[in-house]
């Protein structure tokens, strides 16, 4: 990606301008196109004041067929520029995502999941005929089939759910408040300006410090902005002119965070193997110290080499840390590390405690 194109935006036809970018140049696409809302008229309240819909030019389309052209032309784009390991994120409506999703698995993008924003504060059906639609739909797809090294900061995700594996499901508010951008009459600037937080985690997931983030539709600029305060660059595609403006007056106005405060938490199979042998050779566990389970019931002692040796009714163990904490627990299958536990400073902790502290001297 040449320089003149890193954290600008680009005023034009997105597809006209993604083919003028470089080849193969994109970590990862981020898009939120027109939904095409088909809408029949005035969106009324109860009370018959007028509902701020989305009813702007650059939504609507003659039909179908002219919106599904305009969708294969851009993804096509947006796949030349993603690197072989790059991924697209696409988010919209019912009104768009199915027919989108047919697209792209067209042309040979690997959808690697859907995603369901789930709105904790969305706007309700005001004439009582359908249910209230309070979720968008976000498709993860890899460029190809055969992408096998995207990029999924797994343990990131797991972290920012409190140690549980994140699901598909994410709930979310809509941007609002003092997020929510606004014109010189008041008036919201963009009438589908996503969160912040739906971006950050789109971002934190599936980009590194260092990545390049291409926007087609940028709109008043939350990719760029979350882009740029997370450590990554960004190019911005946007054919309005005002939304533009707005878009890098916001963006300016973003104070990037640390590199060491966005790096992502390593995987843990990224993370160099410690046999338990070196902590003995480390010093950092004798021959002869006794370990316990958590519960102080289970107890194993350390050899030499590296084994533990264990006795109790089920008879006598010997083996790794592993097999002979399955042992004594008569349990198929063991993670010693977590399950094996030395006394210290500060009591009672699992020698993975030990394994880290190796890892880190590394």
């Known amino acids: 990606m040449p320089v003149d194109y890193l954290d600008r935006i ?33 969106l009324l309240r109860p009370d018959n004041s007028k509902v ?18 305009f969708t294969r032309a851009w993804l ?63 498709i993860w797809a890899a460029r190809e089939r055969r992408t096998k ?25 809509l941007c609002t408040g003092g997020e929510r951008l606004k014109g010189d009459d008041g008036k919201k600037a963009h009438p589908t300006q996503k969160p912040e937080s739906l971006l950050f985690r789109c971002l934190m997931a599936a980009s590194n410090p260092g990545d390049t983030i291409l926007d087609p539709f940028l709109g008043t600029g939350t990719t760029g902005a979350v882009a740029r305060r997370l450590g990554r660059h960004f190019v911005g595609l946007e054919r309005d002119r005002t939304y533009a403006a707005l878009a890098r007056k916001r963006i300016a106005e973003v104070t990037p965070l640390t590199m060491e405060d966005v790096t992502p938490k390593p995987a843990k199979r990224q993370e160099p193997r410690i046999p338990f042998g070196v902590l003995i050779e480390a010093g950092l566990l004798r021959p002869g110290t006794v370990l316990s389970d958590l519960s102080g019931r289970l107890h194993a002692r350390v050899r030499a080499d590296g084994t533990l040796s264990a006795a109790n009714a089920l008879g006598e163990h010997r083996g790794s840390i592993h097999q002979v904490g399955a042992a004594v627990q008569g349990a198929p299958a063991c993670n010693g590390w977590t399950f094996w536990h030395f006394d210290g400073e500060g009591g009672r902790r699992p020698i993975d405690h030990l394994r880290q502290q190796v890892r880190a001297g590394l």
């Open 76 to 138: 096509a784009a947006a796949r030349r520029l993603l690197k072989p390991e790059g991924t697209l994120w696409v988010i919209g409506s019912y009104h768009n995502i199915f027919r989108i999703g047919t697209a792209l698995q067209d042309q040979g993008y690997w959808i690697l999941n859907d995603i369901v924003w789930r709105k904790s504060n969305p706007m309700p059906n005001f004439k009582g005929k359908r249910f209230t639609n309070a979720h968008e739909t976000l």
């Open 52 to 69: 701020d819909a989305v009813d702007d030019e650059w939504d609507k389309f003659a039909d179908f067929a002219r919106y599904d052209s």
């Open 149 to 173: 090294r995207y990029t999924f900061n797994y343990d990131s995700m797991k972290a920012l759910n409190e140690g549980v594996q994140m699901r598909s499901d994410w709930l979310l508010p």
């Open 10 to 42: 680009l005023v034009g036809d997105c597809i006209e301008l993604m083919n003028s970018l470089r080849e193969g140049s994109i970590d990862l696409v981020f898009a939120d196109p027109p939904y095409n809302l088909q809408l029949g008229g005035e």
